[in-house]
């Protein structure tokens, strides 16, 4: 029987693999449970300023427009940024979007968030002051299972028409990578993180 014989430096630098493959085990853990981050969690940083800035574009750009208009918009916006887009008010029935099954995660999600403040000023209305600034609006994070989805949430503006009679709803954002692609947050201060760890 042979037996092998390490050093004491062997040994020192094999614990320290075993324990950097364990942070990755716990890490990867996390990551794949139900994620759900509050507004203001470090995690998420600057997403939500990012999820309100594209809520405000397509409320601009859709304002004169109806189901299609919406459509139109969400189309190009998921192409530009490699994540799919879609509206829903807060009972969860859908207001533009490919068609879309709701997990009932995101669903009660919705309900819970119940779109945008009653009292948030329509952006283009008198005394509007944006989308943006404190308070923060309803914004939400999770990660559901079946699909294998990240999802992200900000309240916006529908208009079905000229005028300004705007509906409550929620920007909703689906994507299959846990950054968004680079939309939800950037992996990169994580990955100097781990490297230095």
Same mark, same amino acid.
């Given at each position: 029987?042979?037996?092998?014989?390490?050093?004491?430096?062997?040994?020192?630098?094999?614990? =320290? =693999?075993?324990?950097?493959?364990?942070?990755?085990?716990?890490?990867?853990?996390?990551?794949?449970?139900?994620?759900?981050?509050?507004?203001?969690?470090? =995690?998420?940083?600057?997403?939500?300023?990012?999820?309100?800035?594209?809520?405000?574009?397509?409320?601009?750009?859709?304002?004169?427009?109806?189901?299609?208009?919406?459509?139109?918009?969400?189309?190009?916006?998921?192409?530009?940024?490699?994540?799919?887009?879609?509206?829903?008010?807060?009972?969860?029935?859908?207001?533009?979007?490919?068609?879309?099954?709701?997990?009932?995660?995101?669903?009660?999600?919705?309900?819970?968030?119940?779109?945008?403040?009653?009292?948030?000023?329509?952006?283009?209305?008198?005394?509007?002051?944006?989308?943006?600034?404190?308070?923060?609006?309803?914004?939400?994070?999770?990660?559901?299972?079946?699909?294998?989805?990240?999802?992200?949430?900000?309240?916006? =503006?529908?208009?079905?028409?000229?005028?300004?009679?705007?509906?409550?709803?929620?920007?909703?954002?689906?994507?299959?990578?846990?950054?968004?692609?680079?939309?939800?947050?950037?992996?990169?201060?994580?990955?100097?993180?781990?490297?230095?760890?």
């Amino acid at each position: 029987m042979i037996r092998l014989r390490f050093s004491l430096f062997s040994k020192i630098m094999l614990w =320290f =693999f075993l324990n950097l493959l364990l942070l990755g085990v716990v890490g990867l853990f996390v990551f794949n449970l139900n994620l759900r981050f509050a507004p203001g969690s470090r =995690f998420l940083g600057e997403s939500a300023n990012r999820m309100e800035a594209l809520a405000r574009l397509i409320t601009e750009e859709t304002r004169n427009g109806d189901r299609a208009r919406r459509d139109e918009a969400l189309k190009k916006y998921s192409a530009a940024y490699n994540v799919e887009f879609f509206i829903f008010d807060n009972a969860g029935k859908q207001l533009g979007g490919r068609e879309l099954p709701l997990p009932a995660e995101i669903a009660s999600e919705l309900t819970r968030s119940g779109g945008p403040p009653a009292n948030m000023p329509v952006p283009g209305m008198p005394g509007a002051r944006g989308m943006g600034g404190p308070p923060r609006p309803p914004f939400f994070f999770r990660h559901t299972s079946s699909p294998s989805l990240y999802w992200s949430g900000s309240p916006i =503006f529908v208009f079905d028409g000229p005028g300004d009679n705007a509906q409550r709803a929620v920007l909703v954002v689906a994507s299959d990578s846990i950054s968004g692609h680079g939309l939800f947050f950037d992996p990169t201060p994580w990955l100097i993180i781990a490297g230095v760890i």
